[in-house]
């Protein structure tokens, strides 16, 4: 029976908009939640279960269980009861374009629009008015509990969510739900699974985009688990790295008056801030006297030898899907004079020609600046791991370019151009990647944007990688913790809508996996503590990375 409503959690966080599960409920007792589970009466029908877990979703949705809202209704059950009976009907009728058609039956427009917020749900209850009892699928509120359980019945945007989540576009309502959902969970009940037929699973696969791996630890709404590889140097930690595939959404750059104007996201006011960061992009520089020695990509070679390799038509070969019509002429002319013809006559699409655009964003602010493995600074390490990448791509027949980027304030963020697309990879951009030195600090979002914009204006083709390599400190003035880790998450999610794949490295540095997590979501990424032990992440990192683009691009 667990088995059976946990395969619900799915749904329950598609209609509550955060992580949610589902579990059954003491014998006896109405379907009711503390703000991070559903309990449902395990006894129920199927049909019974999904409406009582609408009707308890909505009400996480909308903001019903604040509480503000619970203390009023504590030990006050014949309240609750009114209150529910009225914001019940409200909550759902806010939330029916997420609901199954079976629960949108349960509406009462006309009790749904006696309410307005929940507040005046709540002075509805506590008026004269007539108010019918709630339906027994409604389930009940028990507002005690959910204060001692520690649960939030508040989602992570303010009240009112659902109106907010109206007017924002199907692309971005999948983004904002990207770190709620844990995928690989089946929906047998309601006969449409992520990726598969009926409306509810086109609608699910509309908001999450590609699943995730079912191998994943954690409860819903985590990020794809970290994995460690045994693999690597002596002396050195395992490379940790996490895979995941996110619901991306379309990005927002703007190019205005000096510089590039572009948005960023509060995560505060669940919205964006628009034309609020401006970059820059400042002339390279090239230093005589900080040479840096030509980065041996070798061992990389190998891992990203078959990356970007797009299909090219080849004439004369033994089987295809056209045939080559010179070669057909030929053969019958030999035919025709007596010798054995060349059986080799058609056309085939073969993997040969490279089709591959990667920009290396490479972190210079001050947190590079401290100590890394074996001596050297985080920035020696990051350094050394672009040149590497660079190189070994370059080598490969890959259109690559590499840019630092640093900021001083939203209105300073500065993207330094060490090679462009055009040039070649020789001495003159190795002195300005060796003159690259530590200082001020790191607006991700922004550098990501511009880069993904580089990307989409002067890649040339038709798979293109952002690699970005950063500590992960995502800091500067107004871009604290939470904000700037969501900000650079949500960077990311548009690269993959735009459909470049995303692959963040932190090399030499000393950021625990959990931080991680939180600064780059579900884009690829790796802790790997020396530039040696790249070898052993890249190629399953970045042919991730490309498949997650072209998933969204496709989706798009």
Known sequence: ????????????????????????????????????????????????????????????????????????????????????????HRALAANEDLLPPAARSLIDRGVAARGGPAAASLAVARSREAVPDPPESFGAIHPRRVLASGGRGEADVPSGHIAARRQR??????????????????????????????????????????????????????????????????GGRAAAYGIGMAAPITALADVRGQGWRYPEWDVHQRRYRLDWCTVREVPPRSQEDAPMATPNGDALRRPLARLGVGLEACPRQPRGDDLDLDAMVEARVEMLAGSTPDEAVYVDRLRRRRDLAVLVLLDCS???????????????????????????????????????????????????????????????????????????YTRLGAAIRHGTSVLA????????????????????????????????????????????????????????????????????????????????????????????????????
Request: aromatic share 4%; hydrophobic share 45%.
């Open 1 to 88: 029976m667990d088995d059976e409503l946990g395969r619900l959690g799915l749904l329950a966080c598609a209609l509550s908009g955060r992580a949610l599960r589902v579990a059954p409920a003491d014998p006896g007792e109405r379907a009711w939640t503390d703000g991070a589970t559903v309990f449902l009466e395990a006894a129920a029908s199927q049909g019974r279960q999904l409406e009582a877990l609408a009707v308890q979703a909505s009400l996480l949705a909308a903001g019903s269980l604040a509480p503000g809202l619970l203390r009023e209704l504590a030990r006050r059950p014949a309240l609750a009861a009114r209150y529910l009976a009225v914001e019940g």
């Open 169 to 234: 576009s199907p692309d971005e309502l999948a983004e904002l739900a990207e770190d709620d959902l844990e995928a690989g969970v089946a929906l047998p009940l309601l006969a449409s699974p992520v990726g598969g037929g009926g409306p509810l699973g086109r609608l699910l696969q509309r908001m999450f985009g590609a699943a995730r791996s079912s191998g994943g630890r954690g409860p819903a709404g985590a990020d794809t688990a970290t994995h460690r590889t045994r693999a690597g140097a002596r």
């Open 457 to 556: 204006d002067r890649g040339g083709t038709s798979r293109r990688l952002l690699v970005v390599l950063s500590d992960g400190f995502a800091y500067d003035h107004g871009y604290e913790r939470q904000y700037g880790e969501a900000d650079a998450r949500r960077a990311l999610a548009e690269a993959r809508r735009r459909g470049v794949g995303a692959v963040c490295l932190s090399v030499g540095a000393s950021t625990d996996a959990a931080a991680l997590r939180r600064v780059f979501g579900a884009a690829a990424h790796a802790i790997v503590p020396r530039p040696g032990q790249l070898s052993q992440v890249v190629g399953p990192l970045f042919r991730s990375a490309l498949r997650s683009a072209e998933t969204a691009r496709r989706a798009s």
């Open 366 to 440: 001050g947190s590079t600046a401290e100590p890394g493995a074996a001596g050297a600074t985080v920035h020696e390490h990051q350094r050394a791991a672009a040149g590497a990448v660079l190189g070994a791509l370059y080598d490969l027949g890959d259109r690559v370019a590499l840019y630092s980027f640093r900021s001083q304030g939203r209105s300073a963020v500065h993207l330094e151009p060490v090679k462009y697309f055009d040039d070649a990879f020789d001495a003159r951009v190795l002195r300005r990647l060796g003159g690259l030195t530590p200082g001020g």
